[in-house]
Structures are given as C-alpha cells and as structure tokens.
C-alpha cells in the first residue's frame, strides 16, 4: 500500500512564502517522476510543477519564477518552495506521480493566501 501524505500548507498573505513537503511511504517513489497539483474552488485539479527521476524540472506558466520543486530521493520526499504568492495560488495542493496514479492521491494541504 502506497501513501503520500502532504504537509506544510497554511494561511499566508500575499507576497510570502511557504515551503509544502511530500513524503512517500514506498522506495519506488525514489526514482519516480513526481508532480504537485493543485485545485482551486470550483476548479479542476491542476499540475503546477513535476520533476524527472534525474532532478529535471517543468512548471506552469503561472507559477514559474516563483516555485521550485525539489526532491530528496533517500527518503523519499518531494518538496514545493512557494515564493511571492498570490491570492489565486490559493488551493489545495496535492503531490502524486507524473502521470498521476490514481490511487496514489493524499489528503493534500491547504494554501490560503489573503490579506
């Protein structure tokens, strides 16, 4: 049985940032290629960020410059480093697989940024 379990998220106001982890249960996540997804109300769930087993890394327009997705393949967790946020990064953001696996999905961790 796989679990992803994500943390970090909270209340921040606009221009702060938030540092979001993602720790796997399984080793087979240590060379996997991992996204972070969000959802927004009212809002299909989207990929904001991914990176390859060798550490590459893509992101959505709307984030680039200012997310950074990393990962530590040891233990295994992916990380999502949020800078200079925006009241539409508000969302619940979840971590899987790229391409998602959909039994993979957590309970994912809000983000609020407002003033």
């Known amino acids: 049985q796989v679990q992803l379990v994500e943390s970090g998220g909270g209340l921040v106001q606009p221009g702060g940032s938030l540092r979001l982890s993602c720790a796997a249960s399984k080793g087979i996540f240590s060379v996997a290629p991992m996204g972070w997804y969000r959802q927004a109300p009212e809002k299909q769930r989207e990929l904001v960020a991914r990176i390859g087993s060798g550490g590459s890394t893509n992101y959505a327009d709307s984030v680039k410059g200012r997310f950074t997705i990393s990962r530590d393949n040891a233990k295994p967790t992916v990380y999502l480093q949020m800078s200079s946020l925006k009241p539409e990064d508000t969302a619940v953001y979840y971590c899987?697989?790229?391409?998602?696996?959909?039994?993979?999905w957590g309970q994912g961790t809000q983000v609020t940024v407002s003033s």
């Open positions: 899987n697989t790229y391409p998602v696996r959909q039994n993979y």
